[in-house]
């Protein structure tokens, strides 16, 4: 589902690649998580899944399709198929939790009648049924972070990204946000998880890979989070 071969990425400017020669794959269905130190490389690595960057050198594959020689054009389609979360939740203010999760389908031109039927079961799905009228500000942290991942998800995407997603959560609501980004991954969507949440990773005995100064230093099944 996702390839990286021999990746480089050295921003503008810089003289030190952010990822060096890279060399990974992530099957469809699996859940990795990226660890590392700040500064290892991981939003890199996120980012050019999304071609928010093309690489220095090397290949990267995502849903069949070679990023390096995609045309600009089918930019959009690819990243319609990844959803994508963040640690500060990005909701729209202003608008309720209806709005938010159908502003994603709306962009991509879903009838009203679909929206209104789907909305209500992904909102049921991430356990936010009977909150769709409620704005973004109302509600908690970690329920914020489940509109965040019903508007992720409701396209129900083949990938889905996220950045450090329980990095603004306490303990408790971090579980409850993994066991819910578990179910939607069982459900065959592939998720790679951006993280410096140690109890997290050890807990969920995932794959996990792991990059130091841009280089991919371990990559483990059923891993653990593995250093301070
Ligand atoms: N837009 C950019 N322009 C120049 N350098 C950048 C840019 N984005 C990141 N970098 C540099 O690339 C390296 C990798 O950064 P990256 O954000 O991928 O690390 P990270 O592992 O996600 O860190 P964190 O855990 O703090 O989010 C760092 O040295 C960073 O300073």
Redesign the pocket.
């Known amino acids: 589902m996702i390839r990286f071969e021999n990746v480089t990425k050295t921003?503008?400017?810089?003289s030190?690649p952010?990822?060096n020669n890279v060399t990974v794959e992530i099957a469809k269905g699996e859940f990795a998580f990226l660890v590392?130190?700040?500064?290892?490389?991981?939003?890199?690595?996120l980012?050019l899944i999304l071609r928010e960057y093309l690489p220095t050198s090397g290949h990267i594959h995502v849903a069949g399709q070679d990023l390096t020689r995609m045309h600009g054009w089918k930019v959009p389609g690819l990243r319609r198929r990844i959803g994508t979360v963040f640690q500060d939740f990005r909701l729209l203010p202003g608008k309720t939790v209806n709005e938010n999760v159908a502003f994603a389908l709306q962009v991509i031109g879903k009838s009203n009648s679909v929206i209104r039927k789907i909305v209500p079961e992904t909102l049921e799905l991430v356990g936010l049924e009977g909150k769709g009228d409620r704005l973004p500000e109302e509600l908690s942290g970690g329920e914020q972070q489940r509109v965040a991942i019903a508007r992720a998800f409701v396209n129900r995407p083949a990938i889905l990204i996220a950045?450090?997603p329980t990095g603004n959560l306490d303990p408790a609501t971090s579980v409850g946000i993994m066991k819910l980004l578990d179910r939607i991954n069982r459900s065959d969507t592939t998720v790679v998880m951006?993280t410096?949440d140690a109890n997290i990773v050890d807990q969920m005995r995932k794959r996990v890979i792991e990059?130091s100064n841009?280089e991919l230093v371990r990559d483990q099944t059923k891993g653990v989070y593995g250093y301070q």
Do not use: P
Not at 11 to 14: M, P, T, W
Not at 36 to 45: L, Y
């Open positions: 921003y503008d400017g810089q030190k952010a990822l590392g130190t700040s500064g290892s490389g991981k939003s890199t690595f980012r950045d450090e951006a410096h990059l841009g």
